[in-house]
Structure formats: structure tokens, C-alpha cells
């Protein structure tokens, strides 16, 4: 009997998928472990965005436009030393970035002109795709606990041309604080257990899985959170997002939150057209969750996106 590679990751973490995917999400996700998706995306002039796009068709790849962000292809199971070899993708014109993390960035919905706040930035991809969106007006804070991966976000706003980014080193639950009632978008992509970036042929990415380190992710997710909502303006928009399947860093953290109302927020509808995502988790094992948790969402590992969680709350006071 031949033995599924999947046995290498831990047997409750594989009794927890199952227990919140369909047989064929969970299929499809085990497809994505094996050979995780990959996405590009133009970081040019956007008049020359039909250049990218030339460019990967003339390498012979098979690529798949993205509806919600024009200057994005996915680029399906393939390899990523084969793409990281691409001249234009050396040379940064072409940003590898998975398309969950494209989204992510989307569903803040920045404009031009918004003062907004990214509160856990490092490596700093998605600062790079808020300020793009920024269009070059409004104020973008980039906030990191740690100094290490604040040099690398440095540097790759430098590799980028990117200007104009705020950069701050510190603890992110004392930005509330700080910056009481300052943004109109804040994204909060919290430190989590990263379920959604194992991968086979890196054991490392689940060495340091557990039930006890998800609990303790959870307690530090809900105090970031709870500090994101402070920062946002009446109105003003916040959106929550992991990387990661477990309900308790999910579904049950904004729950929490919402419940605990510290600050008066409502749970609002993430308004992307995406086929692999689905309505967030309405309970999980005893626990059931607020009914607006259904505006929620989870991007389920699919051939052409990695799992992700998002919520999108907005400030009523
Ligand atoms: C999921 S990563 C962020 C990825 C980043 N948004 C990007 O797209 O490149 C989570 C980040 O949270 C940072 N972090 C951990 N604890 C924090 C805290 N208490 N306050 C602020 N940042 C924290 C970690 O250093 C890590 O860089």
C-alpha cells in the first residue's frame, strides 16, 4: 500500500482540515501542498502593463488573468525556481506574490488619497502593493515588531523605487494608542500558525506546528486586532488576515472581538470575486460564532491559491 505524502504533516492538524473542508476542498488543498501555486504581478508603469503580460506568453508559461487585479497572472503549479529565473522576475518588473496575498491587499480597498496604516508590514509585499494603490497620495505607516525583518522591507521598498512609506519598528498593540482615530485603511496581516504555507518539500514550515502554539498565536492576534480597530477613523476600515486555516486564529478572534466591543465595529462584506473562496466557519467544535462571521471569508488551496482567512470591519464610533 503506497503511503500519501501528506503523512509527514501532523495527524491533528490533518484530523482538523478534514474536519472543516468538503472531500473535494480538501482534494484540491492537498494538490496545493504538493505543488503550491504561484502568481506575478506588474510593478511598472501601469500604462505598460500589456509588457508583463507579453512577456510571460513569449516564455511559453500558461498564464491566467486575474479578474479584480489587471497587472496580476497566475501562473498555476509551476515551478518557482523556474519562474525566479525569468529576467524580468530577477529584475523585480514581475513581483512574485501569491494571489492570496494580492487579494488581501485588494480587499482593504485603498484609494487614492488614504491615510493608511499597515500594522504587521515585514517582510513589507503587501506595503508595496498599498502603496500602489495609494497612487502616490496619502499617508502609508508600515509598522513591524521586528528590527530584522523591517531591513528586509526596507530594502525591498528600495528594489521597488518605492517612496514615501512611514516606517516604524515596534509592538503593534500600542499603535492603538498612539494613533487613536488616524486611518481610513488599516491592514492587519497578523503574525499566525501559516497552515496556508506548508509545503512538502519544506518540513520547516511545520516544525513548530501545534494546538498549543495556535492558542497562543490566538491570545496575541486578538490584542493586534483590538489595537488595528482603535487606529481607524468613524468609518474608517480595517481588514484582518492570516495565513492560516485554524478556526481559533479566524473566525473566533474576530468573534471575540466583536463580542468584547472595545470599540464599536461592524463585521462588513469583502466585495472580491474570487471562486475559491468561501463564507467563513459559523462554529467549531462547542463554539458557535456571531452570524455576521459569514461575511468572512477563507480562501480554500485550490491549483491556483494558497489558503488565506480575511474580515473586513468598519468603525460605527
Ligand atoms: C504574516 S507576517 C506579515 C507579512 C507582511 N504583511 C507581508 O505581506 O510581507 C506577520 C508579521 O507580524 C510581525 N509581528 C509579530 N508580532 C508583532 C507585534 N506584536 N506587533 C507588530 N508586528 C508583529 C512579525 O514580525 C511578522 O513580520
Not at 165 to 188: H, I, K, S
Amino acid at each position: 500500500m503506497s503511503v500519501s505524502p501528506l503523512s509527514q504533516l501532523p495527524e491533528a492538524f490533518l484530523r482538523r482540515t478534514r474536519a472543516w473542508l468538503s472531500p473535494p476542498d480538501f482534494d484540491a488543498w492537498c494538490a496545493s501542498v504538493e505543488r503550491p501555486p504561484l502568481a506575478v504581478r506588474w510593478t511598472g508603469a501601469s500604462e505598460a502593463t500589456a509588457e508583463g503580460r507579453s512577456y510571460l506568453l513569449e516564455q511559453g508559461l500558461e498564464i491566467e488573468d486575474v479578474p479584480w487585479l489587471p497587472e496580476a497572472w497566475s501562473l498555476g503549479q509551476i515551478s518557482r525556481e523556474t519562474v525566479s529565473r525569468l529576467p524580468m522576475v530577477a529584475d523585480q518588473l514581475l513581483f512574485m506574490q501569491s494571489l492570496s496575498s494580492m487579494a488581501c491587499v485588494m480587499a482593504v480597498g485603498v484609494e487614492a488619497g488614504h491615510d493608511v496604516l499597515d500594522l504587521c508590514a515585514a517582510p513589507g509585499a503587501k506595503t508595496s502593493l498599498l502603496r500602489r494603490m495609494q497612487q502616490g497620495s496619502g499617508i502609508l505607516v508600515a509598522n513591524d515588531l521586528s528590527r530584522r525583518r523591517m531591513t528586509r522591507l526596507r530594502s525591498l521598498l528600495e528594489g521597488l523605487d518605492i517612496q514615501g512609506v512611514d516606517m516604524r519598528t515596534g509592538p503593534g498593540e500600542m499603535m492603538g494608542r498612539d494613533f487613536a482615530g488616524c486611518f481610513d485603511r488599516v491592514l492587519v496581516d497578523v503574525p499566525c500558525s501559516s497552515e496556508g504555507r506548508f509545503s512538502l518539500s519544506d518540513a520547516s514550515t511545520w516544525a513548530n506546528w501545534s494546538e498549543g502554539v495556535i492558542r497562543g498565536l490566538a491570545r496575541r492576534q486578538e490584542a493586534l486586532l483590538e489595537s488595528a480597530c482603535a487606529t481607524a477613523r468613524r468609518g474608517g476600515e480595517v481588514l484582518y488576515a492570516t495565513c492560516t486555516m485554524a478556526p481559533e486564529e479566524n473566525e473566533r478572534v474576530v468573534d471575540r472581538v466583536l463580542r468584547r466591543g472595545r470599540v464599536g465595529m461592524e463585521l462588513i462584506p469583502i466585495d472580491l470575486e474570487i471562486d475559491s473562496a468561501r463564507p467563513g466557519l459559523m462554529e467549531w467544535g462547542s463554539e458557535s460564532f456571531l452570524p455576521e462571521i459569514r461575511h468572512t471569508r477563507r480562501i480554500l488551496g485550490t491549483t491556483t491559491t494558497t489558503p488565506f482567512f480575511m474580515a473586513k470591519l468598519r468603525r460605527t464610533s
